[in-house]
């Protein structure tokens, strides 16, 4: 009995890592795009190593991007590991490794001379969608696209520093070498990228993570706790309770469901238990068995 547990163990373990690495990889993957398709040929430079890398390919046109995000993230790498130690960079090295691979990949596969369309507008909106897509899943799953994250690790354990505050400084001298090298205009379409990379990165992660909480308060529970344990699979609070009204004994059942399966339950209830009351509201943390992990 006691190997079959550690079987089955084994086996969750290794989907589970198995999950991550694909998912860290698809999201680099999709950074690699939004680097190569829509911030080199737009010279879209909005921080970190990719931005100081557009940069970088234009001060020094015999190199491409995919070029400087190798000595960027090759040399914060082993300024890491002198300040940090292998132990503490985890998997930010492959990471800033791999992100420089699938950028060179990608210009090497599919060079972009010029920019795919003469709508700029268009062009920024996609350079700031891919990118903060892959980062987005890339960070919900407890990772990081490397780069100037390493430059994070090392202020947090050598100085005092604010890292965000320093991390976004950073950000504005790249933005600020755009608009001198680039001009005003390409500038101005780095500091919206910059600004709109954050909300849309803040805004993947909560739609991937959205779960519905819903509370059901029935006369007829046992019709409800069925449906919820039967049909979707999910378990339930159940707490016995008074209306304040009418004094009447009633039951408040709640359980956390995703999209398709709250929709399910009301629907249940539009049916069988229209007497039912039922709210129903977003979350994009939840933490416990069935859903993200402690």
């Keep these: 009995m006691i190997d079959l547990v550690k079987n089955a163990f084994k086996k969750e ?8 690495f694909i998912l ?5 993957v999709l950074t690699a795009l939004g680097i190569v398709w829509f911030k080199t040929p737009n010279h879209f ?5 990719s931005g100081l890398s557009v940069l970088l390919s234009a001060l020094f046109p015999q190199f491409n991007v995919g070029f400087f995000m190798w000595v960027l993230n090759m040399a914060l790498v082993v300024l890491g590991f002198f300040t940090l130690g292998i132990s503490c960079m985890g998997w930010t090295v492959y990471s800033s490794m791999a992100l420089s691979f699938y950028v060179s990949l990608c ?4 060079p972009m001379t010029a920019p795919f369309t003469n709508d700029t507008l268009l062009e920024l909106i996609f350079a700031v969608l891919l990118p903060a ?8 799953i407890g990772a990081s696209t490397g780069g100037t994250d390493i430059v994070a690790l090392i202020l947090t354990k050598h100085s005092s520093l604010n890292i965000g505050t320093a991390l976004m400084a950073s950000d504005i001298l790249i933005v600020s070498g755009a608009a001198l090298i680039f001009g005003v205009q390409t500038g101005l379409y780095c500091i919206l990228g910059l600004i709109g990379k954050s909300f849309v990165v803040d805004g993947v992660i909560e739609s991937i993570n959205q779960r519905k909480v819903c509370t059901v308060v029935t006369s007829n529970p046992e019709d409800v706790t069925d449906f919820i344990l039967d049909e ?3 378990s339930a609070t159940v707490e016995e309770a008074q209306g304040a009204y009418t004094g009447k004994s009633m039951t408040v059942i709640m359980t956390v ?4 399966e709250a929709t399910h339950l009301r629907n249940f209830l539009r049916m069988n ?3 039912a009351f039922i709210t129903i509201v977003n979350s994009s943390e939840i933490i416990g068995k069935g859903f993200r992990a402690v």
């Design 133 to 140: 897509i892959g980062s987005a899943i890339v960070f919900n």
């Design 13 to 20: 373990t290794m989907l589970a890592n198995v999950r991550f």
């Design 45 to 49: 430079a909005f921080g970190g190593t």
């Design 273 to 275: 238990d229209n007497h």
């Design 257 to 260: 469901l995703t999209r398709r």
């Design 232 to 234: 979707l699979h999910r």
């Design 24 to 28: 860290l990889n698809l999201g680099l």
């Design 107 to 110: 210009e090497a596969i599919w």
